[in-house]
């Protein structure tokens, strides 16, 4: 089972910045999906960005609609690290921030039911 830490949340006023970490606790495997999901308070957990690797072994990136120009994903595979660099924040960005590691070939982001593992979350706070 991988174990992963987030770091890097924090408050923020809207148009601010804030770089997201999640250190995973062992080497993923190259057929895995990494990703970040978030989560407000009385809403479902959505999911933000992930890269996703298919049997061809391409990686790629996608994100949420409603990110898409503002965070940048990167992965440090040597350091079993993942990122999210989240620009021009909004107070709707505003919620917990989770990283997410799911086994397997994809052809999309995992949905959270098909999850195997998950962070503890780091709060984002983003304020008007």
């Known amino acids: 089972q991988v174990q992963l830490v987030e770091s890097g949340g924090g408050s923020v006023q809207a148009g601010g910045s804030l770089r997201l970490s999640c250190a995973a606790s062992s080497a993923t495997s190259s057929s895995a999906s990494m990703a970040w999901f978030r989560q407000a308070p009385g809403k479902e957990r959505e999911g933000v960005a992930c890269?996703?690797?298919?049997?061809?072994?391409?990686?790629?990136?996608d994100y949420a609609d409603s990110v898409k120009g503002r965070f940048t994903i990167s992965r440090d595979i040597p350091k079993n690290t993942l990122h999210l660099q989240m620009n021009s924040l909004k107070p709707e960005d505003t919620a917990m921030y989770y990283c997410?590691?799911?086994?397997?070939?994809?052809?999309?982001?995992?949905?959270?039911?098909?999850?195997?593992?998950w962070g503890q979350g780091t709060q984002v706070t983003v304020s008007s």
């Open positions: 890269f996703y690797s298919g049997p061809g072994r391409d990686y790629y990136a």
């Open positions: 997410a590691y799911t086994r397997g070939w994809w052809t999309r982001c995992p949905r959270p039911p098909e999850v195997n593992s």
